[in-house]
């Protein structure tokens, strides 16, 4: 007998009697800055960082709370074969081609479309992440004798990175069949979506308590 999910993990096997791919897929993914398209792109990878200070006491054997002892940090590294005669920079919506010219930070976009509608008709499922006011750090490329092909990589350093859904609602509203009823802070929520650069800031958070699970 053929069932949905497997039995111990309540991973999907089978959507509604039919078969299903549950894997996320890179070939889903556009980025943009603004309105234009990046395209070339080989690779581009964020990273979000955050220090967490674990507090210990004499007289216990362990650790007896933890916390994060500074914002997170958020860097963005790509990879972009030159192309259309576009350095990558340029391929940003950039009009300049090296990291000491850049005078305002920009933003990148991010839509993943791995859920919604087939045809592309509705995006409301459409995970829409923004890195937010990235400025670059450095811009690497090499010329070869034996790799013709010119690619050019680029890091930066971002102030904040927020997602929401198409249709403006946070991410943690798609709903997962095993997650019957997933915890759901309001604060979570607003940094997660944008409206706010952080959680920690929020009143009353050291008489924060409830049953996450």
Not at 128 to 149: G, H, M, Q, R
Not at 153 to 168: R, V
Not at 187 to 201: H, M, N, P, S, T
Request: proline share 4%.
């Amino acid at each position: 007998m053929v069932t949905n999910s497997y039995p111990k993990t309540q991973s999907t096997l089978v959507g509604n009697g039919f078969n299903k791919t549950s894997t996320a897929l890179s070939t889903n993914i556009l980025i943009k800055v603004g309105t234009t398209p990046v395209g070339a792109i080989q690779t581009i990878g964020i990273t979000e960082a955050r220090g967490v200070r674990t507090i210990a006491e004499v007289g216990t054997d362990g650790f007896i709370d933890s916390a994060p002892n500074a914002s997170t940090n958020i860097t963005v590294n790509c990879t972009r074969i030159r192309f259309d005669k576009l350095r990558i920079a340029q391929a940003f919506s950039r009009g300049f081609i090296h990291a000491s010219a850049q005078r305002y930070p920009f933003d990148i976009d991010i839509y993943d479309q791995q859920s919604g509608d087939p045809n592309g008709n509705d995006q409301s499922n459409w995970i829409i992440t923004t890195i937010k006011n990235c400025w670059i750090t450095n811009i690497n490329y090499t010329y070869s004798a034996t790799e013709w092909i010119i690619s050019e990589s680029m890091n930066c350093q971002a102030e904040t990175i927020s997602s929401h859904l198409g249709n403006s609602n946070p991410v943690g509203d798609i709903v997962v069949p095993r997650l019957v009823s997933p915890f759901k802070d309001d604060v979570e929520r607003a940094a997660d979506i944008g409206q706010r650069r952080g959680a920690l800031d929020a009143p009353g958070l050291i008489d924060l308590s409830g049953n996450l699970f």
